[in-house]
């Protein structure tokens, strides 16, 4: 078991053999570091709860506590806090441990997952935002999978709704006369389509501005909608030309930022599940028809906002996003069986996702035991605190900031990096800012894009971690060349005891990150990790330190720094460059 995961168990036993509840017995860093290495705060309230003194209550406990050989010294402070401060060698056993066993971290119980994320909608630019999506979804997937669960990615595309129909109707306007618009059109695909996909990037915003000021425009876009939803011949296969073309440059886009998804699915593939599930709908009365609509409701007297019906069957018979949201889980739920479904979607969409889940509990188009969860996120804003913009004010495309991210970093890479290798260093350091930054904050929390905060090479950055990381790839390099050896053997400060705390705490971060759905404790984790690292580092000389025993204990606490690098830059999906 994991070092404090056993520790706590160990307070649980003390507490029980001395009739106290142990519903909450959590072991943390210390706050104060000048009073011990970690704390446990839960007495207070144990004591309470019996009447007690808590000052008292807290000594007693740690009386006891402090005949534990695994300890140095116990004591109270304030009201009750118990601080606990290790013995160098019960934290140099479980360091041992670690770095020889095989896995860093311990398993959760088994779950098989879905996780929804990416999200992106075909014909439509990439922006910013679908970053934010992609990066939180990918690595929760990784944080998930690494901790046990089956866990199965789909990017869940947008490629059904009205957004297809104004596409496709500017590309009839333009070009009236390929073999797709002609009446006896047969083709699965449009042979003849003269279109890019700068093009299609360039004619969605003209259509949609269209549909905007022009009733006609936006009506025939409408019918083109219905049509290419009822199988019209040639707007299916131009839909399916367009999602070629479209693909292909999202596929290169989510490739540079390491965004692998298991399943290419999108709104247009729950289109084969609406009939049945309508049919379901209907034989138990689940749906209502309201001026021409086909609604559920799905209210609940203790709403404190009103919570609008969800609208399955528009007035002119076209589906809605939740309709295909309620499809895909039919789908979900019939073939994958999952235990849990999580959407990574910007927080703006909550309302949408209430009325889905809703929906689909009340019908029981998923059982109860399917927990569903929405796990939204903010909006990455600009130096102005506007959500972000390219420099004349457009919309910032995805490709587009990453060219700036990539410039920045190129600036910054040792001149001794040249031709390809430069390319592709400055391209990997580049993906690993954005991502170390994207990830930094909660993720519910809106942030401010600095890039020349995040491509700093000191503070809570990406290539601080990534630098730490090559350096001590180098040091083990070295200390392989000469055929050194290494173990956990002996402490010299407070420095090299630093780093091993917190090494201690990586299963409960990794734990914690996964129940609240962010990544930003394991970014900060590793920035402690790494910081503490470097006072380390900045005050020993390695390699040529006389005591062996301490030199074998800093390479092997070396070894595991870098392991635990790998292994949550990893999960953050961040490559690490050859060279810096
Ligand atoms: N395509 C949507 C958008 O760009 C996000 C999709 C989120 N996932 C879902 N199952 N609705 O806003």
Redesign the pocket.
């Known amino acids: 078991m994991n070092f404090i995961k056993k520790q706590e168990e160990y307070i649980k036993k003390v507490l029980l053999e001395n009739q106290y509840s142990i519903e909450n017995v959590l072991l943390v860093p210390s706050s104060r570091p000048d009073l011990g290495e970690y704390q446990f705060n839960g007495m207070m309230a144990l004591a309470k709860k019996k009447g007690e003194n808590p000052s008292e209550a807290a000594q007693k406990i740690a009386n006891i506590l402090s005949k534990n050989e695994d300890y140095e010294s116990v004591s109270v402070a304030g009201p009750g806090f118990i601080n606990i401060t290790f013995h160098n060698s019960a934290l140099l056993k479980e360091a041992e441990h670690l770095l020889t066993k095989e896995s860093l971290i311990e398993p959760l119980p088994k779950k098989k997952v879905v996780i ?2 990416g ?3 075909v014909a439509k630019i990439l922006h910013v ?2 970053l934010r ?1 992609a990066n939180i979804g990918e690595s929760l997937k990784r944080l998930a999978r690494k901790l046990g669960y089956e866990v199965i990615g789909d990017i ?3 490629d059904y709704g009205l957004q297809m129909g104004l596409v496709m109707l500017e590309i009839q306007t333009r070009y009236p006369h390929i073999s797709c618009f002609q009446e006896n059109f047969t083709g699965e695909a449009v042979n003849d389509l003269p279109i890019t996909n700068e093009d299609l990037l360039e004619i969605y915003p003209i259509a949609s501005g269209k549909s905007k000021t022009d009733p006609e425009f936006l009506e025939q876009a409408r019918a083109i909608t219905y049509q290419f939803q009822h199988d019209h011949k040639g707007y299916k296969a131009l839909w399916r030309s367009i999602m070629n073309i479209s693909l292909n440059d999202m596929k290169e886009v989510y490739q540079k930022l390491n965004v692998e998804f298991d399943l290419w699915k999108g ?1 247009s593939d729950a289109e084969a599940f609406i009939p049945e599930m309508l049919e379901y709908l209907r034989k138990e009365n689940m749906t209502i028809l309201s001026e021409g609509a086909e609604i559920i409701e799905v209210k609940e007297p203790t709403d404190k906002l009103e919570i609008p019906p969800l609208l399955l069957i528009k007035s002119n018979q076209t589906v809605s ?1 939740e309709t295909t ?1 309620l499809a ?1 889980l039919w789908d979900r739920t019939h073939h994958i069986h999952p235990d849990e479904i999580w ?4 927080k703006r ?1 909550e309302l ?2 209430t009325q889905v889940f809703r929906a689909a509990y009340k019908t029981q188009i998923i059982p109860k035991t399917t927990k569903l969860e929405f796990i939204g996120f903010g909006t990455m804003n600009g130096l102005d605190g506007r959500p972000f913009k390219t420099r004349d004010g457009g919309v910032m495309s995805l490709r587009g900031l990453m060219n700036e991210v990539e410039k920045a970093t190129e600036e910054k890479i040792i001149p001794s990096i040249t031709g390809e290798e430069r390319k592709k260093v400055s391209e990997v350091i580049a993906v690993g800012t954005l991502k170390f930054a994207d990830l930094l904050s909660h993720r519910a929390t809106d942030y401010i894009f600095d890039l020349d905060k995040f491509s700093d090479a000191y503070g809570k950055t990406g290539p601080f971690i990534l630098y730490s990381t090559v350096r001590m790839r180098s040091l083990l390099k070295k200390a392989e060349a000469e055929n050194m050896t290494f173990n956990f053997l002996e402490l010299k400060d407070k420095t090299d005891k630093k780093v091993l705390l917190q090494i201690l705490n990586l299963q409960k971060v990794l734990e914690s990150s996964l129940q609240d759905k962010s990544l930003h404790e394991i970014a900060d984790y590793l920035y402690s990790l790494n910081n503490c690292y470097n006072n380390f580092y900045g005050e020993n000389r390695i390699l040529t330190e006389e005591n062996s025993n301490l030199k074998k204990t800093w390479i092997a606490l070396t070894k595991l720094v870098y392991e635990i690098n790998l292994f949550l830059l990893d999960i953050l999906a961040i490559e690490v460059p050859t060279r810096m």
């Open positions: 929804d994320y999200g992106p909608n935002g679908h999506s869940h595309l947008g709104e996003y949201d895909t959407y990574v979607a910007d969409q949408h996702f």
